[in-house]
């Protein structure tokens, strides 16, 4: 129950922030940079532009509820263009009766950015860029009787009329009004589409649809379906590895813990638990993976250049482009397991039920991995679950620096491309695997454990 | 007191100690130790002091004007300056040294001695200048989260569950007050906020400050209202309950507890690339959920103690307990979380700047070098000195960290 409130305000906060993006995901549909409407028919452009944030939903207003000042108005989102949409946003905070705005906004947005005569004028597209007027309400005014003067006769009457209503506006400026509160409630909004889907192509999450990503206009599916399994895999190599090395040395280093040359592995385990990983990729890509030194395995990428021929994914070729990459991601959980299990087993070897096991003659290594591992070992489970969240923001770092296509890679590069509906989709896949992981963890308790009794969930 | 608290210690806590404050040293004064003004320049019998009355161009009593950095001044003949030890700034490229320089090649007459990147900065210079961010980051969020994690954490554990009682209209109108505290606060200042980010790093935080202030005067002045209204006798405000503030945070702390942190700072920082400051706010507002709960562990012990029942019968205020006797009493273990919360802190930023996300270009970071390093393997140097950098800073960190937690007794039995 807890953690799906995670997900769900950790999803209502992605869709929020992918509101502040300076990246517009219309443009990386449409494979074009941040330059807007400058170059070619702008009028066509805007069409287009109009036609797609429509079809994929990125028009409607973010969440259901909104609580805004009483001079923001319900349907602001009528303004097509986001960064123009975030400025007007912020004049009604400032205290513009937004009713008397919208209306100029939007035919500001028809008459002077998208005409496909202004757009043609050099003139006033540098103005355009002088100005700053997707950033400053306040130049709007300067700007307009600025190009009021280069304008032909067609659209002066209309810019005239813009500042006309610029003026309206200044006039009715509230002092008072924007610290009024109000709460608008919007049952259509690309949460409510994301969660449910809107009737026609999109299916919503609730079918296991996460939508369409920007990046190549195919399903979120595709591209997960490409990289969760490089990255599961990794994950359970490390955490395989890490448990297997760990709770070994752990029993070990615990059993003799009054030998002094525990003390120098100790040491060891700390500088490991300390040394950050990204620097110990590097260092092994340094000396490792590098003909100036030791060249054993190849620097990165998950299989050699020619197999990428027959398939994609991992095959036994990649198995030595696995081990920097899983030795990166294991050693820290390894450290952190072998000081617990250490721990553990120092507790657990001044105990009585030891001392008893010893008074009845059993033998050492019985008593080792028999009677103390057993107790010991409980905790590891919980530690393991918890882990796993960790292993996959690890795996961010670790896979960029290795060039491996998994999830943290497929993450970083939908944030920069602002793809909300991957990201979103990576978080909740992430959570409903770290809920997993919990579950396990619970089940394997009652195994393990005979005292434990599963009631209820 | 200090000088013998140092002799009794360890020498490998004494050596983080001191490790940390010479680096905290080195951060504060690091425009003073590697920058390409000069401190003191003597022309014609004139003296000036450019890097300490920050002037950029320099009028020469012969009226021609010179730039006051290390490329201009040495052209002019006769004058005679004084530079900082590392005459180098750290975004400034030198063209003789551009192409990885070795450590110890020589631009002009000043020397590289961490050699180069690949644009011609000098390592030492963007090291010196690095140390500040680390610093930074790692102090000033852990601070932010003590003092939330202190509060909270002492709060939670102090009431309890059952501590405040309140009749259940007020408990409706505290519950309500979230909604006009919340919009008051944070809803119309956003823009306030976001314009404060854009001018500068410090305001921007006195603005945050400011917002956190209303969000808990507009809560405080609801519940004086509510106790206003109760007290007029007409107005029933039904049964009596107690306030659950212990489950109220427990469950706060549960929910940042499941955030994914560091893959919400990777993508919070590559979709609004925010600046340091905003990242340290970010870092402190999820980490004091340790602190918290370390704190509301020693203050429920404390609670049962006898000097706590002492004043409560000398009939002192719950805000003059909590902080001038309990607080002060449950400290330790939160600081020892503070401790390794600094580490991470640290570590969260240098690999995000390491990612190239997050840090906007003009700052310069410890991640930053270790990432020109990543790109041209040769340069060891540029691996060695950022990434030997952090590793013995979390080292030290961690050192004091786990002799605190040794010497704290309640910690220990706690983790």
């Known amino acids: ?457 | 007191m200090i000088k013998r608290l140092l002799r009794t210690t360890p020498l490998g806590f004494r050596l983080s100690v001191y490790f940390v404050f010479s680096l905290i040293i080195v951060a504060l004064c690091a425009p003073y130790l590697a920058n390409d003004v000069p401190y003191y320049i003597r022309y014609n019998n004139h003296k000036y002091y450019p890097l300490f009355s920050g002037q950029k161009v320099l009028v020469l009593d012969n009226g021609t004007k010179v730039s006051c950095d290390y490329k201009n001044l040495a052209a002019v003949e006769g004058l005679y300056a004084l530079y900082p030890p590392v005459p180098f700034s750290p975004l400034k490229t030198h063209i003789g040294s551009a192409d990885y320089k070795m450590p110890g090649s020589q631009n002009g007459e000043r020397t590289h001695w961490l050699g180069t990147n690949q644009l011609g900065e000098d390592t030492l210079a963007r090291m010196i200048h690095g140390t500040r961010v680390s610093i930074q980051v790692g102090l000033i969020s852990m601070l932010i989260a003590l003092v939330l994690g202190l509060v909270l954490g002492s709060l939670a554990g102090y009431f309890g569950n059952q501590g405040i009682t309140m009749q259940r209209l007020h408990f409706l109108l505290l519950l309500m007050s979230i909604i006009p505290a919340y919009f008051y606060a944070f809803v119309i200042r956003k823009y306030v906020i976001k314009r404060a980010f854009e001018q500068s790093n410090e305001l921007a935080l006195v603005q945050v400050f400011i917002s956190l202030l209303v969000f808990v005067l507009i809560i405080l002045l609801f519940w004086w209202l509510g106790k206003l209204l109760l007290s007029i006798k007409k107005i029933k405000g039904g049964k009596l309950m107690h306030l659950p503030l212990d489950n109220m945070i427990g469950r706060l702390v549960e929910f940042v507890d499941g955030l994914p942190v560091l893959v919400l700072l990777i993508v919070v920082s590559v979709i609004i690339k925010p600046g340091i400051y905003l990242l340290i706010l970010l870092i402190g507002f999820t980490a004091w959920i340790s602190i918290a709960r370390y704190t509301r562990a020693e203050v429920l012990k404390i609670r049962r103690s006898d000097y706590m029942h002492a004043c409560k019968l000398m009939g002192m205020s719950h805000w003059r307990i909590i902080f001038n006797h309990l607080l002060p009493n449950a400290m330790g273990p939160a600081l020892v979380a503070f401790t390794f919360g600094v580490a991470s802190a640290i570590l969260a930023e240098s690999s995000l700047s390491f990612l190239g996300i997050g840090i906007p270009d003009d700052v310069v970071t410890w991640g930053k070098v270790l990432a020109d390093g990543r790109d041209h393997f040769k340069a060891w140097w540029l691996v060695w000195s950022p990434g030997l950098a952090i590793f013995l800073l979390l080292l030290a960190v961690n050192t004091i960290g786990q002799y605190l937690r040794k010497n704290t007794h309640s910690a220990e039995t706690l983790r």
Not at chain 1, 192 to 221: C, P, Y
């Open chain 1, 1 to 457: 129950m807890q953690s799906l409130l995670v997900v769900v305000l950790l999803t209502i906060i992605t869709f929020s922030l992918s509101l502040n993006s300076p990246t517009d995901p219309v443009d990386v549909w449409l494979g074009r940079g941040d330059d807007i409407g400058t170059k070619g028919n702008a009028e066509q452009q805007w069409q287009q532009k109009k036609r797609i944030r429509q079809q994929l939903g990125y028009n409607l207003p973010v969440f259901y509820l909104q609580l805004c000042p009483a001079t923001f108005p319900a349907n602001y989102y009528l303004i097509n263009d986001p960064s123009l949409r975030s400025l007007f946003k912020e004049a009604c905070y400032d205290g513009f009766s937004g009713r008397v705005l919208l209306p100029y906004f939007r035919q500001f947005e028809e008459q002077v950015l998208y005409n496909k005569n202004l757009a043609q004028n050099r003139e006033i597209q540098i103005a355009i860029q002088q100005f700053g007027i997707y950033k400053k309400f306040t130049e709007h005014e300067a700007f307009l009787t600025h190009i009021e003067k280069l304008v032909g006769e067609e659209e002066k009457t209309g810019i005239h009329n813009l500042i006309e209503m610029l003026h309206t506006a200044y006039m009715q400026k509230s002092r008072w009004k924007q610290f009024v509160p109000t709460l608008h409630f919007y049952p259509n909004n690309q949460y409510h589409i994301w969660l449910f889907g809107n009737g026609n192509e999109r299916k919503g999450i609730i079918r296991g649809d996460f939508g369409l990503s920007v990046q190549n206009k195919k399903t979120v599916w595709s591209r997960i379906a490409k990289a969760l399994p490089v990255t599961l895999l990794l994950s359970a190599l490390s955490i395989g590895i890490s448990l297997l090395l760990g709770i070994i040395s752990g029993l070990v280093l615990g059993y003799f813990q009054h030998k002094s040359w525990t003390s120098i592995f100790n040491s060891f385990l700390f500088l490991l638990y300390t040394i950050p990983s990204f620097w110990l990729a590097t260092l092994l890509l340094v000396y490792f993976a590098n003909p100036q030194y030791f060249n054993w395995f190849p620097p990165g990428g998950l299989r050699p250049a020619n197999d990428y021929l027959h398939s994609n994914g991992i095959g036994w070729s990649s198995v030595p482009f696995l081990v920097l990459p899983v030795l990166t991601l294991a050693y820290h959980s390894y450290a952190v397991l072998t000081r617990m299990v250490r721990k553990g087993t120092e507790e657990a070897m001044d105990s009585l039920y030891i001392f008893s096991a010893r008074a009845r003659g059993l033998s050492e290594p019985r008593i080792l991995f028999k009677h103390a591992a057993r107790n010991v070992l409980l905790p590891v489970i919980t530690v393991t679950a918890s882990i796993l969240p960790a292993l996959f923001s690890g795996s961010v770092v670790v896979e960029t620096i290795f060039a491996i296509p998994g999830m943290g890679q497929e993450l970083l590069k939908a944030s920069l491309k602002n793809d909300i509906n991957v990201v979103m989709a990576i978080f909740t896949i992430s959570a409903v695997l770290s809920v997993l992981g919990y579950l396990i963890s619970d089940i394997l308790y009652t195994v393990f454990d005979p005292r434990i009794k599963l009631h209820r969930l």
